[in-house]
């Protein structure tokens, strides 16, 4: 299918690793064929409180459905991820935290300081009134007080949920209201690649739209920023009076974790819902395996806690492990194309996780700036977020690994909790591009999407999976109809992913994309539907469709076509206009590649739009548009083919 190299497994790895061909296949047939002990032994990577007798019972039967994990169990994950190391590993390094510039200092908290952080802070929740069930909203920096909030809440039961801190203050507003969160978390400010993120005056201007009770605010930057009166309390002030003493609430194994809200085909963003036990298990489980890790290394994953990546890879997974995970604010590009190898340089990084977006940016900028730098510390790489292409996986293999560390290519969803299909460095010969094979208790099945029905040996097709996992989403936090009707109507009785996949003749499994209306902008995922509704609030917007299309760093760019009211002209300053306008309503990460002027959309008879046109022509795949004889005016097409920047 294609010349890139495959790399059979390393007789090091094959021989050292925790997991090898060998205990692959027979952990693997394990957890399918008697999924109750396998989950069981599993489960003992925990402390419970009281254990789980009762491990499986789910079924996705649309008569039948239900999802529950290690029912009769109760357990605290903080206290997994804290005061169970504090005996052996208090003084062992639990976070360390590098700073967007080098020269900032940096942070190292050790398990015992990160406890008595992390009490305290549960302490002020507690005194603010938060009790077991409340959300609690963060729009924190990458700073380790992120950790503290998300493992103050879990101390006491509080369901977090964490809003990138890049999103803009309408987005954060609309989250806050979803799940009527009282409480938002912030800083004064945030800072990236230099650049400071004004992430109290965005609170500030969410909380117009959204009813809060209380904010509190991290001083990060020193920036000068108003206060509210009887609402807004210094994070400083908030933990005064708190000691560290604060114990752990038993939660069952069912009871909610946090909700992470994201982006899907339809609607706005949907609030992910994960629980405690069967999460905690899928974090902990696949960062040991996937990431073979051992106590004493350090290891760091580069995603945000705004994603789903910084809560299972950053957090949750690692310190559950007693793990050193670093913490980085800046950007792989500032303040040179350096940054990310230095920084493996001054920890001895040994495992390393990012998204193929970042390593594309890097690969233009040029060899010598890996090249510079000894990496002699790393043994894994990990890629995470979108589809890697076989050129910039045989760079992070061949320059940033120097041929020495095997890739793990992890694919997995906010809605999975951790990592699905991914090789594993001692039991699999790496294929460039391949995401590869199923972690244990995953089912993955290929579908034909027009029929729905199983397709078997090398083939192409939707991808399902056919049973529940441990870390599985449980519900759409308020909506649980929306959960079935997502995720489990389209093939009836299987969780289909909204992936397309390719299963090769050696059972490789290869992911091919979104093949719903979602797009995978530099790895973070975007609804169409989100990008159309903030383009036609504006006033000059009658219509919007938003496709993607293909973009050499980003993976896919945002390709909007605009159809303005009658009398406006389509003006260059209008575009502009209409670029900053979604940046503003959604967030930068937003921002569309190209804002193309339609007088009218590709639509059938009945109104709907042909979506699979305007992704042709975003594609600059025109030779074959397939049949418009539908469309009720055939003739849209010819202008919007005339007027495609491709065409200029
Ligand atoms: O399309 C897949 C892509 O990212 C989507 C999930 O996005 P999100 O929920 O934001 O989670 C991202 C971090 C796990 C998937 O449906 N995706 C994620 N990882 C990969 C991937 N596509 C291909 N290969 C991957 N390794």
């Known amino acids: 299918m294609h010349e890139h190299a495959i790399h059979p497994v390393s007789p090091e790895w094959a021989a050292n690793a925790k997991i090898n061909a060998e205990s692959y296949a027979l952990k693997y047939r394990a957890s399918i064929d008697d999924p109750d002990s396998f989950w069981l032994g599993e489960a003992q990577r925990l402390d419970w409180m009281r254990q789980p007798t009762k491990i499986k019972n789910a079924s996705f039967d649309p008569d039948n459905f239900h999802i529950r994990w290690f029912e009769d169990g109760t357990l605290n994950l903080a206290a997994n991820c804290l005061d169970r190391h504090l005996d052996k590993r208090g003084q062992d390094v639990a976070i360390i935290w590098e700073p967007d510039h080098p020269d900032t200092p940096n942070r190292i908290i050790t398990y015992d300081q990160l406890y008595k952080d992390v009490c305290r802070f549960a302490n002020a929740l507690k005194a603010d009134g938060v009790k077991k069930g409340d959300r609690v909203t963060i729009y924190l920096p990458m700073v380790p007080e992120a950790a503290v909030a998300m493992l103050a809440c879990a101390r006491i039961g509080a369901v977090h949920s964490i809003v990138f801190a890049g999103f803009s203050p309408d987005a954060l507003a609309q989250r806050i209201s979803d799940c009527d969160s009282q409480i938002v978390l912030t800083a ?42 009887g609402r807004d309390v210094d994070w400083h002030d908030a933990i005064e009076p708190h000691n560290a003493e604060c114990p752990p609430e038993e939660m069952n194994a069912e009871d909610p974790l946090f909700i992470l809200y994201t982006s899907g085909s339809t609607g706005q963003p949907k609030g992910v819902l994960h629980t405690t ?46 793990a050193t995970t670093l913490m980085f604010e800046g ?41 510079k730098t000894s990496r002699k510390s790393l043994r894994i790489l990990g890629s995470v977020g979108e589809p890697i292409n076989p050129e910039a996986w045989d760079w992070y293999y061949n320059v940033v690994g120097d041929g020495r560390c095997p890739i793990a290519d992890t694919w997995w969803q906010t809605e ?38 199983i397709v078997e040996g090398a083939t192409e097709g939707a991808l399902v999976i056919l049973d529940s996992w441990p870390g599985q989403m449980r519900t759409v936090y308020g909506d649980h109809e929306r959960f079935i009707q997502t995720y489990f109507t389209q093939y009836p009785g299987k969780y289909f992913t909204g992936d397309g996949a390719r299963r090769d003749e050696d059972g490789y499994y290869w992911i091919t994309g979104r093949i719903d209306d979602v797009i995978n902008v530099s790895g973070h995922r975007m609804g169409t539907a989100e990008v159309e509704s903030a383009l036609v609030e504006h006033h000059s917007v009658a219509e919007a469709a938003v496709v993607g299309m293909p973009h050499d760093v980003k993976g896919q760019g945002i390709y909007a076509f605009v159809t303005t009211v009658a009398g406006t002209e389509d003006s260059e300053d209008l575009r502009k206009e209409l670029v900053q306008w979604v940046r503003k309503e959604i967030g930068p990460i937003a921002t569309p590649d190209v804002v193309q002027f339609a007088p009218g959309l590709p639509k059938t008879r009945s109104g709907k739009i042909m979506r699979r046109i305007l992704r042709k022509i975003a594609e600059n795949d025109t030779g074959n548009l397939g049949d418009i004889s539908t469309l009720a005016d055939p003739g849209v097409v010819d202008d919007l083919l005339a007027n495609s920047p491709h065409a200029k």
């Open 188 to 229: 004064d400010e945030g800072l990236r690649g230099g650049k400071k993120v004004p992430l109290k005056a965005n609170v500030d201007a969410a909380c117009e739209k959204a009813k809060v009770r209380t904010v509190i605010m991290l001083r990060h930057t020193g920036a000068d920023v108003p206060m509210v009166e």
């Open 277 to 322: 036990g069967g999460y905690a298990v899928w974090a902990s489980m696949t960062h040991e395996y996937v990431f073979d890790y051992r106590p004493g290394e350090v290891y760091w994953c580069a995603a945000d806690i705004g994603w789903v990546t910084g809560h299972s890879y950053v957090v949750y997974g690692p310190l559950a492990n007693g």
């Open 331 to 371: 950007v792989p590009n500032y303040p040179d194309f350096s940054r990310f190898w230095q920084v493996v340089d001054k920890y001895k990084v040994e495992q390393f996780y990012t998204a193929p977006t970042a390593l594309r940016a890097l690969m233009r900028e040029g060899d010598e700036w890996v090249q």
């Open 416 to 453: 999975t909790g951790g990592h699905m299909i991914t090789p594993l460095a001692g039991a699999h010969a790496l294929k460039p591009g391949a995401a590869s094979f199923p972690m244990f208790g995953v089912q993955p099945a290929l579908v034909d999407p027009t029929d729905g029905h």
